[in-house]
Nanobody, 124 residues
Framework: QVQLVESGGGSVQAGGSLRLSCAASGYTYSSDCMGWFRQAPGKEREGVAAFYTGVGTTYYADSVKGRFTVSQDNAKNTVYLQMNSLKPEDTAMYYC?????????????????WGQGTQVTVSS
């Protein structure tokens, strides 16, 4: 019933920008947390950013702070990840995830629903 669909990935050169979208359906925000994770081949899935819906609190991994911005359009049931000043190390499959009161926000175990992922490739 709950479905998350990411979009907006692609291939860009270093320094470029992308905006990822996560459209949610069948999900009531309440005090829920929408998280962005990424996973490169052979690497663990890591938290990138999170948005606590209802309260508007945002969190960012140190590696992306100042470059990425997470936001929400509640009317469209969509969360966004604006990615600026992209670096080759940002290359990964990016996933949107939904959980309730995720604590800590970066723990993948705190999220029940996951999108299919969207690929981001940053070249030098």
């Amino acid at each position: 019933q709950v479905q998350l669909v990411e979009s907006g990935g692609g291939s860009v050169q270093a320094g470029g920008s992308l905006r990822l979208s996560c459209a949610a359906s069948g999900y009531t925000y309440s005090s829920d947390c929408m998280g962005w994770f990424r996973q490169a081949p052979g690497k663990e899935r890591e938290g990138v950013a999170a948005f606590y819906t209802g309260v508007g609190t945002t969190y960012y991994a140190d590696s992306v702070k100042g470059r990425f911005t997470v936001s929400q359009d509640n009317a469209k049931n969509t969360v966004y990840l604006q990615m600026n000043s992209l670096k080759p190390e940002d290359t990964a499959m990016y996933y949107c995830a939904a959980g309730h009161a995720a604590m800590p926000w970066w723990s993948r175990d705190e999220y029940k629903y996951w999108g299919q992922g969207t690929q981001v490739t940053v070249s030098s």
